[in-house]
Nanobody, 118 residues
Framework: QVQLVESGGGKVQPGGSLRLSCAVS????????MGWYRQAPGKQRELVAF???????LIADSVKGRFTISRDSFKNTVYLQMNSLKPDDTAVYYC????????????WGQGTQVTVSS
């Protein structure tokens, strides 16, 4: 059974940066698309960034120019680099495997909290 383990969350001041990591167990990591989602209190979970098995990326308009997604197939890990963070970026961030641009896959991580506050 696949496991996704996120790390790298925390509290940061507005304008700061964080890098989230998602380590994926099992084989065939490179065959799957990967996504980062977030859910703020009282809001629906939303796609933040997506990367295909071939390395094509999609970044949500709300974070475009500030967030980037990347993957390392040797480490079975997907990253979310978050720069110029804003209070509106405060949420629990989740890693997801195997989805499409419009729908998540079945495998989720446990989530990591990101809080942007002064």
């Amino acid at each position: 059974q696949v496991q996704l383990v996120e790390s790298g969350g925390g509290k940061v001041q507005p304008g700061g940066s964080l890098r989230l990591s998602c380590a994926v167990s099992g084989s065939l990591f490179s065959a799957y698309s990967m996504g980062w989602y977030r859910q703020a209190p009282g809001k629906q979970r939303e796609l933040v960034a997506f990367i295909t098995s071939g390395g094509n990326t999609l970044i949500a308009d709300s974070v475009k120019g500030r967030f980037t997604i990347s993957r390392d197939s040797f480490k079975n890990t997907v990253y979310l680099q978050m720069n110029s963070l804003k209070p509106d970026d405060t949420a629990v961030y989740y890693c997801n495997r195997g989805g499409t641009y419009t729908d998540p896959g079945a495998a989720w991580g446990q989530g990591t909290q990101v809080t942007v506050s002064s």
